[in-house]
């Protein structure tokens, strides 16, 4: 099912990909012209590698963005969200081009940032840096368990890849060297990320303040690393992807050398094609460049037949969806669960189990810790709900998120799922001390469908991890955060450890929920409730 041959097709092939992405530059510049905001450089720096990605080897149907079988695509250098918008209107999304004329105006599909549930075609929101490629792990993540979960031989149900293009600014933030470590640890060799290497962020050339070994990091952490190859040659980025596809023993970056507003005379290779309009006289002299010959927002007929995806994405729906057909008829009761799980729908019998959790724990133990209180709710709810996968980061013995349900996730040297005796795979995630790796991986997890995370850690450390809380409550994904040790009644760590403002400066993140329970049958409900 993971097909590496090109999805071009012949009348496709008369248009030649520099063609393409040029058409994808003409598109960013004339959109942040028009409003007269965004990132222009970004897009027409990253065109190529794209047409190499969407054209040749990216698995998704514009007619059924949410086909459960597609590759998941990632633009964590979110501020370039003209790209995507960009890709999503040539292959045949329900984004025409009027919403690109009303590019970052309220109301329109083509928001500043890309924003999941928004716009078709989106997986999602991205704009804080670092975030996107530590989503695409938890993607992959999914990926990967519900494979070893679902898959039976002859039967592989669950195979895609997730691919991400990222930037400096990404590899700069902090919960990259989170992702890419947990990512390199659970050989996610699904994950594929484009590295738009290009030296440039909005204060300038990078080198004064960013001198890391980016291929060296990578390969540390147990990644494969292509590379660097001319990000500007379609052809070339092709066979990277390729050759990543075929590497089984971990994720894959593959650095492209690029030029920030490839295209435009005075304003490549500079900060000032980072964040703002190139301008009525550079956008002519881009034009004439590039030999574009066209009039703002006029995409040729020829070049749309080159880009369209529909009728190939319909055929690999199809393809799937006969293979899925036969699955179920050899495993009805598996291929039932998976449905169900996709859908995101809890089990017909759930409000009995949310009773019987209630007074199970309450039964075990009437006056204890609150978070004693979750364990003995989560014991009950973990045995009837396969689909919730926990955490915690490295405090698994004092926020008790784990139950005799959820025994700790384990891959071995080839990095497959270690299962017990009866064939099951671990259900709780070590994610280290990495707060905010792990809420960021656990959004991630719930974008992709078929789990519900859940994670601990103390209260106080809910600030390292915030920003991934809020993006959590943005995208109204269903993620559970377990906070612990939020009494003074626990003083002995001190002032550092022992926050009393925490639980209200959370309860001012819109579509958060807070709650605090004060005993076993509250937090029973609690759980039932998040749920």
């Known amino acids: 099912m993971s097909d590496t041959a090109s999805t071009l097709t012949p009348t496709a092939q008369a248009v030649s990909p520099q063609t393409q992405a040029n058409a994808i530059r003409a598109l960013a510049m004339d959109a942040v012209q028009a409003a007269n905001s965004g990132h222009p450089g970004a897009p027409m720096g990253m065109a190529d590698m794209a047409v190499a990605l969407w054209s040749r080897h990216l698995r998704h149907n514009p007619t059924n963005p949410q086909w459960a079988n597609r590759d998941r695509f990632v633009l964590s250098n979110g501020h370039g969200s003209m790209l995507i918008y960009a890709l999503l209107h040539l292959t045949g999304y329900k984004l025409p081009i009027g919403e690109l004329k009303n590019f970052r105006q309220l109301g329109s599909k083509t928001a500043g940032h890309p924003e999941v549930g928004h716009t078709p075609g989106v997986e999602t929101t991205t704009g804080p840096l670092g975030q996107g490629i530590t989503n695409a792990v938890g993607m992959a993540l999914a990926e990967k368990l519900l494979a070893s979960e679902f898959n039976r031989d002859g039967h592989a149900i669950v195979d895609h890849h997730t691919y991400v ?29 484009l590295y738009d290497d290009n030296g440039i962020s909005i204060d300038g050339q990078v080198t004064p303040w960013f001198i890391d070994n980016t291929a060296l990091r990578f390969a540390a952490c147990g990644w494969n690393v292509i590379g660097p190859i001319d990000g500007h040659d379609a052809d070339a980025v092709d066979r990277a992807i390729s050759d990543a596809k075929n590497k089984a023993d971990g994720p894959t970056i593959v650095i492209c050398k690029t030029h920030i507003g490839k295209g435009s005379p005075n304003r490549a290779n500079t900060a000032k094609a980072h964040g703002e309009p190139l301008g009525a006289e550079e956008i002519k002299l881009t034009r004439e460049a590039l030999g574009w010959n066209h009039a703002p927002f006029a995409i040729p007929k020829d070049v749309y037949v080159a880009w369209d995806a529909k009728d190939a994405g319909k055929a690999m729906e199809a393809d799937w969806n006969a293979k899925f057909a036969a699955y179920k008829a050899a495993f009805p009761e598996l291929a039932k669960e998976f449905v169900r799980r996709m859908k995101g729908e809890l089990p017909k019998n759930f409000a009995q189990v949310a009773v019987d959790a209630a007074v199970a724990a309450h039964t075990k133990a009437e006056t204890v810790a609150s978070r004693k209180a979750s364990q003995l709710a989560l014991e009950t709810f973990t045995a ?78 809910s600030d390292y991890s915030r920003n991934a809380i809020r993006m959590a409550a943005l995208m109204k994904q269903r993620v559970i955060h377990v906070f612990t040790h939020d009494s003074i009644g626990l003083g002995e760590d001190g002032p550092t450890h022992q926050s009393v403002e925490h639980a209200a400066s959370l309860r001012l993140i819109p579509n958060l929920d807070v709650w605090r329970p004060a005993d076993t049958a509250e937090t029973a409900v609690a759980w039932a409730v998040a749920l």
């Open 165 to 193: 293009f990222l930037g400096d600014g990404c590899l700069m933030e902090g919960i990259s060297h989170e992702a890419i470590a947990l990512a390199g640890a659970w050989k996610l060799n699904k994950l594929i990320a």
């Open 384 to 461: 009837a709900l396969p689909e919730l996968l926990g955490g915690s980061a490295d405090l698994t013995g004092s926020n008790l998120t784990n139950t005799k349900s959820t025994p700790a996730l384990r891959f071995n040297l080839a990095g497959d799922v270690v299962k017990n005796e009866q064939g099951q795979g671990g259900r709780h995630i070590n994610y280290g001390v990495r707060e905010f790796g792990m809420a960021a991986i656990m959004n991630g997890v719930a974008l992709h469908g078929g789990f519900i995370p859940y994670g601990g850690t103390f209260l106080t450390f």
